[in-house]
């Protein structure tokens, strides 16, 4: 008889939808049928038992062929690089619990490297934002709940995030809002017409890049002020209009995607955002929330604030202090400056993602790979070390988009003899920690910085 | 005054880290006790006589302490980063963080510089021949007091983020600034004798900015009251004055409102 697993998560996009049911064949090992989960996330789960799967790790030989080695091998290599390297990176963090993301800090803080998470080529413009000024926010229950009006600004839900709009946004019917749809405003602000448009009541076409004048002049007629008869393409009369539905609503939220956190001028896009935000409180009650894109990538915030007081862009090389200022500790700026000697790229694909230049300077040193999958990085790799799937194979708490922690379950067993990031990322600690106490013993301890404090006087 | 030559000989494969290379650092050290001061590539210590030859000892303080780098400094960051006093001379260009924090004294760059140069800065002068990067007398990350004295002296062009947060001091660009300048300023000028891209002022609640070219893109927030006579950096000139950022929460003093100020020359 197959069975029925209730209540799970889907490991796709930051919505988590914690509500489908999969369908297990006897023998525990094929996944048959996902319900309630969107194209996308269907998807995640058949791929796990789909196809071939890897099921070794794999070390690039002189020919440039992949050879199979033991998890025993791949933690010795993987630890000797981290330990051997000057400045190592370890970048990713998009797909995985964070009981992985705990782990892998232990072994960045021991290797002394830059441990960064895929936020730093994503919403790591809006920690700066909320770093520079606060972050008026809200769960996504108290949207459903109680929101008559939605912006979203420079996201397109309908494609990135499909079951964002009717779990939490535009169609369910909450609390406060027993009408749904019908009660609701809903306002897109994008430069492309978009499916999310299509849904809109208000529709504002911005010009490209120029979403902080838009703002500006919002925040100039909340304030009473004149502005001038257009502004990013918007006329004057919409601008006054909009800005009398927000200050009309019950609750509002903004929701917010990369049309912000990646135009120019970046996290001041997101910061003039909150700065609306605030202002808008004056009159009732506005918040506002980042459309984090993957289902964990909320969780390194979370795990690493809650280790070394920042999010990301975490340059560990002094140890015993961590010191963050992405523009020079982040991955892509490290890559593009030559700055790093090892990469370590951990449930993403930097191989896709990042700029050519930044994979051909990284392509100079050695390159780790550890990935359920193959993908473009696990195929320039020196090593690739497959894991399990978090979501499908691995248990483990992952953070929504609006920073509340889930318990994921798994509902098949991963492929024999593959562990998961946790158990790897604990192997490769013991490993450094192994290679420490070895040198020590030789009498020739590595240089441990001490801090970075300048010398006092004699 | 003393000088302490400091020439690059053997280039270091990765990125340094120089903080100790300020007069605070070098004053009352021989050479040989400079030479083993601390530098950083990545997680490896070493010292700074690895990398650079030193000639001549240090002043008894670091007011009479004189640095001079040669060789290509590019790769090196930090160089006078909170120095108090005494001076630094880059002949050519140097990376990330040059005076960043610095509390007086004075740095002559050459060439160029990177990014995040004069953070923090609360006096002192930095004056830089060349270009600068990003973030020029801005506030580091989450800081909400910027730059809040001295002066920055740059000929050339600067990248964006320039003064971000503000609240005291001078920066003079000679050439063109990239978006955003003055963002949540709160005090101090900044001069850009060039062109500005855009989004000059924003959010900013006090403080003046000053522009010979053009601004490609004006916000919205900043509104034209008038046309005043100023001297500027030396010279007097006639400039458009505008008040903003009117979208920004604005403190009141003596029962007037006190608004941002933008001139833009005539
Ligand atoms: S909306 Fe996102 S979390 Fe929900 S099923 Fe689709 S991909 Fe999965």
């Known amino acids: 008889m197959p069975k029925k697993v209730e209540n799970v998560g889907c490991p796709y996009c930051g919505v988590c939808c914690d509500d489908l049911v999969v369908t297990v064949s006897d023998d525990g090992k094929k996944i048959l049928e996902v319900e309630n989960a969107c194209a996308i996330g269907n998807q995640i789960f058949h791929h796990a038992t789909g196809g071939e799967r890897i099921r070794l790790p794999r070390l690039r030989q002189p020919d440039g062929s992949y050879k199979e080695i033991s998890y025993d091998e791949a933690v010795d290599y993987a630890a000797k690089v981290l330990h051997n390297a000057k400045k190592p990176l370890i970048y990713g963090f998009g797909s995985t619990n964070c009981e992985g993301m705990a782990a892998a800090a232990k072994v960045a803080e021991k290797a002394g490297a830059v441990l960064d998470n895929c936020a730093s080529i994503c919403h790591g413009s809006s920690f700066l934002a909320i770093f520079d000024n606060g972050y008026p926010s809200c769960t996504l229950g108290e949207t459903k709940n109680r929101a008559d009006v939605i912006v979203y600004w420079g996201a397109n839900p309908a494609h990135a995030h499909p079951r964002h709009m009717s779990r939490y946004s535009i169609f369910p019917r909450g609390f406060f809002t027993g009408k749904g749809h019908k009660s609701r405003k809903i306002i897109v602000i994008d430069p492309r017409h978009t499916d999310t448009a299509q849904v809109a009541d208000i529709y504002l076409q911005v010009k490209q890049g120029h979403d902080y004048e838009l703002f500006d002049a919002f925040r100039a007629v909340v304030r009473g002020h004149e502005i001038p008869d257009v502004v990013a393409g918007i006329k004057r009369e919409q601008i006054l209009e909009v800005a009398n539905i927000l200050k009309k609503a019950r609750f509002g939220t903004i929701f917010y995607g990369m049309g912000l956190c990646h135009s120019d001028g970046r996290n001041h896009n997101v910061d003039i955002a909150i700065s609306l935000t605030r202002d808008l409180n004056d009159f009732t009650k506005w918040t506002i929330m980042a459309m984090r894109g993957h289902y964990n990538i909320t969780g390194p915030g979370a795990v690493w604030s809650w280790q070394y007081g920042y999010p990301y862009?975490?340059?560990?090389?002094?140890?015993?202090?961590?010191?963050?200022?992405?523009?020079?500790?982040?991955?892509?700026?490290?890559?593009?400056?030559?700055?790093?000697?090892?990469?370590?790229?951990?449930?993403?694909?930097a191989g896709a993602h990042f700029p050519i230049d930044a994979v051909k300077h990284l392509k100079k040193h050695p390159w780790i790979t550890v990935d359920p999958n193959i993908c473009m990085a696990s195929e320039i790799s020196d090593l690739h070390i497959p894991v399990g799937i978090v979501g499908v194979e691995v248990p483990g708490i992952v953070y929504r988009m609006d920073n509340v922690p889930i318990q994921y379950r798994k509902v098949i067993d991963p492929p024999e003899g593959v562990i998961s990031d946790e158990e790897l990322f604990e192997r490769i600690h013991k490993r450094l920690c192994e290679l420490e106490a070895e040198e020590a013993a030789k009498g020739q301890v590595k240089a441990a910085p001490e801090g970075v404090r300048a010398e006092s006087e004699p | 005054m003393k000088t302490v030559t400091l020439t690059l000989t053997n280039p270091s494969e990765l990125f340094l880290e120089g903080q100790n290379i300020t007069?605070?650092?070098?004053?009352?050290?021989?050479?040989?006790?400079?030479?083993?001061?601390?530098?950083?590539?990545?997680?490896?210590?070493?010292?700074?006589?690895?990398?650079?030859?030193?000639?001549?000892?240090?002043?008894?303080?670091?007011?009479?302490?004189?640095?001079?780098?040669?060789?290509?400094?590019?790769?090196?960051?930090?160089?006078?980063?909170?120095?108090?006093?005494?001076?630094?001379?880059?002949?050519?260009?140097?990376?990330?963080?040059?005076?960043?924090?610095?509390k007086g004294g004075k740095i002559h760059v050459k060439g160029n510089v990177d990014s995040f140069c004069?953070?923090?800065?609360?006096?002192?002068?930095?004056?830089?021949?060349?270009?600068?990067?990003?973030?020029?007398?801005?506030?580091?990350?989450?800081?909400?007091?910027?730059?809040?004295?001295?002066?920055?002296?740059?000929?050339?062009?600067?990248?964006?983020?320039?003064?971000?947060?503000?609240?005291?001091?001078?920066?003079?660009?000679g050439g063109d600034a990239d978006i955003h300048v003055s963002t949540h300023g709160e005090g101090g000028t900044v001069v850009v004798k060039g062109n500005a891209k855009g989004r000059v002022g924003g959010q900013m609640v006090k403080g003046d900015i000053y522009v010979y070219g053009t601004i490609e893109n004006p916000l919205p927030g900043f509104q034209m009251v008038g046309e005043v006579e100023q001297e500027v950096d030396g010279e007097k000139a006639r400039f458009v004055h505008h008040i903003g950022d009117l979208g920004e929460r604005h403190p009141v003093s003596r029962g007037k409102t006190v608004y941002a100020n933008l001139y833009t020359r005539i």
């Open chain 2, 23 to 102: 007069p605070d650092n070098f004053a009352g050290k021989k050479a040989a006790e400079i030479a083993a001061l601390d530098v950083w590539e990545g997680k490896q210590k070493s010292p700074l006589g690895k990398y650079f030859s030193v000639e001549g000892d240090g002043g008894a303080t670091a007011a009479e302490t004189k640095i001079v780098l040669r060789g290509d400094c590019t790769r090196t960051k930090r160089i006078g980063q909170q120095m108090t006093a005494g001076e630094i001379v880059i002949e050519g260009s140097a990376d990330m963080y040059i005076g960043g924090w610095m």
């Open chain 1, 313 to 349: 862009c975490l340059d560990l090389t002094k140890r015993d202090i961590a010191h963050m200022n992405p523009g020079e500790t982040s991955s892509v700026d490290l890559a593009m400056r030559d700055e790093v000697d090892a990469f370590f790229n951990v449930g993403t694909d």
């Open chain 2, 118 to 173: 004069g953070i923090g800065m609360e006096g002192g002068e930095l004056l830089v021949d060349g270009n600068a990067g990003s973030h020029l007398g801005s506030s580091p990350r989450g800081e909400w007091r910027g730059m809040q004295g001295g002066m920055i002296r740059v000929a050339g062009s600067v990248g964006n983020d320039t003064a971000t947060f503000i609240n005291g001091g001078t920066i003079v660009i």
